[in-house]
């Protein structure tokens, strides 16, 4: 299979690292053999028809910072049209989200489905901001377009619902979603104030210089719209969810929480077919109940009851292992059927 | 699909009615029409190659206390061989666990598959007894043997597993897979002796009379060796497992756990490609230190992290959902590819 990667950061790096580690395995386990025949970032970006040299690429990337350096025999620098004018089977759309306007992945995605590429995306902002539509062209150039990675990290949270629940109908979810807003509940739980709080999660690398999108809940609520849409049918944006973040959330109200054995959560959920993100009291022995960076999420379904589902909500690697995951879902549906 | 139901107590009754409640949707979105063409209780068999009437049958089950007083055009009554010589293309094996010998299981899923069926159980017996045989057999007779119901009942720990984490690696798991156990290992956290708790266990119906087969370890151990070969690719019995209940846990074990913020928990797990189920400490800010008749089972796969997922581990309804998604799983594989 012959992928573009757009957007080569941690979790294009880890994607090609993870690939390097396991093309063996993956080619006897599921018949995929994945070929890189473009990969652009910030800087440009370098074409060759005939499989760039993955540890060559992360090493000139190291190096030099953009994967534009990359020489090789038969392989090109291109500036323009990249997605839409070279041969390749799938898109992988890997750049940071955008919440804004979800450019560039919105762009990106759109010139791959025209040109008749499926997509893997990790990138909340185009579907968070345009899921219906996107879904509907997907279906219009017969492609599909995936992004496990886009809600959970390397936790399959969407697969989980989708897949492992068939047969059953899900009448609403309940979860936190974001662990860097997770983290900050669970220091000031341990007594720190909310500055302290965020400031230690930002030296530790969890909380961005900016942090507005998890504070504020803009994060949550990208991927409440992303399961609504894909686990529901619901066609919503992010603009239709309620939402608060933390910044308001005291050390007193999470105090009187635990006199009565409760934790306040920045939750992200449905209710009577709204979608909703606030900080919320949830009982210590409910199952969404997890600290520190873990996401979680309970999904109520008309058989089979109540199902949670825990894991950390991000990492390169984990996500990579997303994309790698919707690789072999549509290696699957498409190659083999 | 022509089925036959094998065993019709409190599962099989339950999917009859879930497949009442939910033929038009089945069909429509799955292109499941599912036929019962016989059904097998301890008194004899009913057989009806045009289709039993479900509501019927369980109106007669009801008053009569079995479907071999069902009476219809077409009908029979049957005493032997009805698994083998009764066409139809799925056999439902629903019959109780009996981890003595599996049978009748064993039998009635050996008959299927030499007929050339396809075999959906409940029943841990067979799987803790024979796994890697009987798959061998389902092999040899290209048709296929699923068990979604046999771990977590309604919750789908063993598809989570297999296809969620698709493309990744499995190394190790362990979790919480006996509800009863957890039940009264709950109840003297809050303070009860082992005898006091397991009568209250008892009283609410959620311990059996007899109720060493959960006490003792041995639900416990039979799903730990499915999950093992059906996961991990181990060849591994119920006599693989180490094993050692939860009668010898006394309130001071309980006491001085808590007071390390730990619960003792019966833990099913692997170490070292060992098989173990016995009372651990487990932290009770992990997450599959949950309370009450929940399951829970974490996997630690090699890029995507550690999964924990969570849900009611038992229940009519919840089994039944989980043999309606093994049944769409079969009409998906065999019959659209």
């Known amino acids: 299979m012959r992928l573009i990667i757009v957007g080569f950061g941690n979790v294009g790096q880890s994607f090609a690292k993870l690939i390097l580690s396991r093309s063996a395995d993956l080619y006897s386990t599921y018949g995929v053999n994945p070929r890189i025949v473009a990969c652009i970032d910030k800087k440009g970006a370098v074409v060759c028809p005939s499989g760039i040299d993955l540890q060559k690429l992360l090493d000139i990337k190291k190096i030099k910072g953009t994967v534009v350096e ?14 839409e004018q070279t041969d390749s ?62 809600v959970g990290g390397g936790t399959p949270i969407l697969e989980f619902a989708k897949r492992c629940l068939k047969g059953d109908r899900i009448l609403s979810f309940k979860g936190i979603l974001n662990g860097t807003t997770n983290y900050v509940l669970t220091r000031m739980e341990q007594g720190l104030s909310f500055e302290s709080a965020l400031r230690d999660a930002q030296e530790k690398g969890i909380a961005e210089a900016t942090p507005e999108l998890d504070i504020d809940g803009y994060d949550a609520a990208a991927k409440v719209s992303i399961i609504a849409n894909w686990v529901m049918g619901m066609k919503k944006t992010i603009c ?49 109940c997890v600290n520190g960076t873990l996401n979680a999420v309970t999904f109520s379904s008309e058989h089979s009851g109540q199902q949670t589902i825990i894991g950390r909500g991000a990492g390169g690697m984990e996500t990579a292992s997303a994309v790698l995951r919707d690789l072999i879902e549509i290696k699957n549906s498409v190659y083999e059927m």
């Open 70 to 83: 990359y020489r090789s025999e038969g392989c090109k620098s291109l500036e323009d049209d990249v997605v």
């Open 240 to 288: 239709d969810v309620e939402r608060i973040g933390i910044a308001e959330v005291t050390l007193e109200r999470i105090e009187e929480a635990q006199k009565r054995n409760n934790s306040i959560k920045l939750i992200g959920m449905t209710e009577n077919r709204k979608l909703i993100v606030r900080p919320m009291e949830v009982s210590k022995f409910d199952p969404i």
């Open 89 to 150: 089977d799938v898109l992988l759309e890997l750049t940071p989200t955008n919440l804004q306007n979800g450019e560039p992945g919105i762009s990106n995605i759109i010139s791959a489905m025209r040109s008749g590429k499926h997509v893997i995306t990790t990138n909340k902002g185009p579907l968070a901001l345009a899921f219906p539509s996107l879904m509907e062209l997907a279906n219009y150039n017969n492609v599909m377009l995936r992004f496990s990675g886009t």
